[in-house]
């Protein structure tokens, strides 16, 4: 998750210079309807993480364009949107690995969050995204068992 956080602010460097929105409903959709098709028979669960996950997303976005907005501050540089996508999408799949191997698919929820919750920790999300991701992830990582 840090890797994504980290990209996320990428996202929301480029937006801000471009003065884009953080949220794109064309963009957003297009992304579940390709998630939708390819995994309409198994993980339907993988959709609700993937929108928690883009929600997440905003959240961390919108914190860095207000952090910058307040204090006056350039962001950082920033590569084009396709290389950061691009970024995601390599991220993302090692994710889907990682779940696919991963040892919390033994876990109940209290141990996962307990386990998952200690090295969670990432600027801009509050505490109801934290918790509504971790639990869609947890419900993703059951679907290996």
């Known amino acids: 998750m840090h890797q994504r956080e980290a990209v996320m ?3 929301a460097a480029y937006k801000f210079k471009k003065n884009i929105s953080v949220y794109s409903a064309s963009r957003e ?3 579940l309807q390709k998630v939708k098709i390819k995994n309409l028979k198994k993980r339907l669960s ?3 993480y993937l929108q ?8 961390i976005e919108s914190y860095w364009i207000h952090y910058w907005s307040q204090k006056g501050i350039k962001p950082h540089p920033h590569k084009n949107l396709k290389q950061i996508r691009n970024e995601i999408n390599r991220i993302d799949k090692r994710l889907a690995k990682l779940y696919e191997k991963s040892q919390f698919s033994k876990m109940d929820y209290k141990h996962f969050y307990k386990k998952y919750e200690r090295n969670f920790k990432v600027k801009g999300l509050n505490k109801t995204y934290k918790e509504l991701f971790m639990y869609n992830l947890y419900q993703v990582t059951q679907q290996y068992t």
Do not use: F, G, L
């Open 52 to 59: 928690v996950s883009m929600d997440v997303s905003k959240q």
């Open 9 to 11: 602010k990428d996202v």
């Open 46 to 48: 993988y959709m609700t």
């Open 29 to 31: 959709n297009s992304i």
